[in-house]
């Protein structure tokens, strides 16, 4: 039985598997929250989802259209598997690693299949900025994403099994951005970088001379759902991880907290001609950061390299007990699980009603 691509677009016509994306009326394999997928078969990415249902063998499965209304490696990588079950299964790890790299940027080389997964991951991410356009650049088209990622899928889901079999065939390609992620993973994993975890809050933070490729960057938070990045110079970043707005399987997870309280407080402390600006929990990445203005997604989902990052007048230890202490109370009485909604989330954004006098 040979399963084939369409564009969402034609989903409502016809029984579909639907990959890292919602459609009611279809077989969905999400890691999204809320998203139907059969609890036997759930994963962190929705690639881990996908191998686990060809391992289950899933009378769904039997359905032979395959869709995503959006493009990135994790949901490619699902959407390729089914149409290659065999080759994708021969592969499998490899391709697991390459949806973690590529959702949740957490590199491990230490891992076996890591060094292969960053090259072809560096390939997709090169082809599709140099051929398409970038991760949430459809904000700048007329065409929606649901539209635009069709050429991406017909052309990635007929090129990569050459470039999986023979990677080296394509270094020119994946080079320069693998050899930024290595030369940036060795900064970040020598004596250069401090690492100061506070577990029970789930933050990890992370001082380091200069900002980095994401990839490098966050090998050093798993386990961890926000990220507070001190620069040389005053320069801060403090960014929830994509671990938490999606269904995370392996353990359980604080919900996302509105940083506006902590936007709030950091800008009345701030003497520079910047102000704290931060995005609401529904948002895929918040990142509570210093800003001249506002940016767009394609450059807050961008590595860091390629955003300017402002100095701050705040003190770094003081940003520090800032944030730690926000973060404590905000979180008191709230016990970690698993498959928190939105609706549980938002109201934790919600102000408790006043008392009303006896």
Request: aromatic fraction near 12%; proline fraction near 6%; glycine fraction near 2%.
């Given at each position: 039985m040979s399963r084939y691509y369409i564009p969402f677009s034609q989903v409502k016509n016809q029984k579909t598997i639907v990959v890292d994306s919602l459609h009611p009326r279809s077989f969905v394999l999400a890691h999204w929250r809320g998203a139907p997928t059969p609890p036997e078969v759930r994963g962190d990415t929705s690639a881990d989802i996908v191998f686990n249902a060809l391992h289950q063998n899933l009378p769904e499965l039997a359905y032979q259209a395959v869709s995503a209304n959006h493009f990135d490696v994790d949901g490619f990588v699902g959407v390729w598997a089914l149409l290659n079950p065999e080759l994708a299964l021969s592969h499998e790890n490899m391709?697991?690693?390459?949806?973690?790299?590529?959702?949740?940027?957490?590199?491990?080389?230490?891992?076996?299949?890591?060094?292969?997964?960053?090259?072809?991951?560096?390939?997709?991410?090169?082809?599709?900025?140099?051929?398409?356009?970038?991760?949430?650049?459809?904000?700048?088209?007329?065409?929606?994403?649901?539209?635009?990622?069709?050429?991406?899928?017909?052309?990635?889901?007929?090129?990569?099994?050459?470039?999986?079999?023979?990677?080296?065939?394509?270094?020119?390609?994946?080079?320069?951005?693998?050899?930024?992620?290595?030369?940036?993973?060795?900064?970040?994993h020598s004596a250069a970088t401090n690492v100061i975890t506070y577990p029970e809050i789930g933050l990890i933070m992370l001082d380091t001379p200069e900002p980095t490729h994401y990839y490098a960057l966050f090998s050093l938070t798993m386990g961890y759902?926000?990220?507070?990045?001190?620069?040389?110079?005053?320069?801060?970043?403090?960014?929830?991880?994509?671990?938490?707005?999606?269904?995370?399987?392996?353990?359980?997870?604080?919900?996302?907290?509105?940083?506006?309280?902590?936007?709030?407080?950091?800008?009345?402390?701030?003497?520079?001609?910047?102000?704290?600006?931060?995005?609401s929990v529904t948002d895929t990445g918040p990142i509570l950061r210093l800003s001249a203005g506002k940016l767009s997604r394609t450059q807050r989902y961008a590595n860091p390299t390629e955003r300017p990052i402002y100095e701050s007048s705040i003190a770094a230890e003081v940003l520090e007990g800032i944030v730690v202490r926000y973060f404590r109370e905000a979180y008191r009485g709230i016990i970690p699980k698993k498959y928190w909604t939105w609706e549980e989330i938002k109201s934790y954004g919600k102000p408790t009603p006043k008392q009303h006098p006896e």
């Open positions: 391709l697991r690693e390459m949806a973690r790299i590529g959702d949740f940027r957490e590199l491990n080389l230490s891992k076996p299949n890591a060094d292969l997964a960053l090259k072809l991951v560096c390939w997709i991410n090169a082809q599709e900025k140099a051929m398409f356009y970038p991760p949430f650049g459809t904000e700048e088209m007329e065409e929606n994403e649901v539209l635009a990622s069709v050429p991406k899928f017909e052309y990635f889901l007929r090129e990569f099994e050459q470039v999986l079999q023979h990677p080296e065939a394509e270094k020119e390609i994946w080079e320069s951005e693998y050899n930024q992620v290595q030369q940036d993973y060795a900064i970040l759902d926000m990220v507070l990045m001190r620069y040389a110079g005053h320069r801060y970043e403090l960014e929830y991880k994509y671990t938490t707005w999606i269904d995370l399987d392996s353990r359980p997870t604080l919900p996302r907290l509105p940083l506006k309280p902590l936007k709030d407080l950091l800008n009345k402390l701030e003497l520079s001609d910047y102000t704290w600006t931060a995005e």
